[in-house]
Nanobody, 124 residues
Framework: VQLQASGGGLVQTGGSLRLSCTASGRSSNNFAMAWFRQAPGKGREFVGVLKWTGSTTYYADSVKGRFTISKDSAKNTMYLQMNSLKAEDTAVYYC??????????????????WGQGTQVTVSS
């Protein structure tokens, strides 16, 4: 599976952005996609995850209530709607995918395919 992320940019505190991640080459609906982020000088952090079948989502506590993951099955695309952005949301955002489901979905080493990352900068 190849992933292409897009939609990053510069936004003011309190603003919104929507990221997209398009998957190509997917061969099964037993599939999951996730968003991670990496701030300067920090490790990669789990943001949220989507089960492709059923569209179940889970989020990190730090973004719960502000970020929403959705998908467009026809476009093989997952979205991350980010509202009420804070300076601490500044990071490179990565999408990831895998076949099947794992309990440790928050662990980056459980994911097999990664997109190239898109920069999100929130200015105060």
């Amino acid at each position: 599976v190849q992933l292409q992320a897009s939609g990053g940019g510069l936004v003011q505190t309190g603003g919104s952005l929507r990221l997209s991640c398009t998957a190509s080459g997917r061969s099964s609906n037993n599939f999951a996609m996730a968003w991670f982020r990496q701030a300067p000088g920090k490790g990669r952090e789990f943001v949220g995850v989507l089960k492709w079948t059923g569209s179940t989502t889970y989020y990190a506590d730090s973004v719960k209530g502000r970020f929403t993951i959705s998908k467009d099955s026809a476009k093989n695309t997952m979205y991350l709607q980010m509202n009420s952005l804070k300076a601490e949301d500044t990071a490179v955002y990565y999408c990831a995918s895998r076949y099947g489901w794992v309990i440790r979905y928050y662990a980056e080493n459980e994911w097999t395919s990664w997109g190239q990352g898109t920069q999100v900068t929130v200015s105060s």
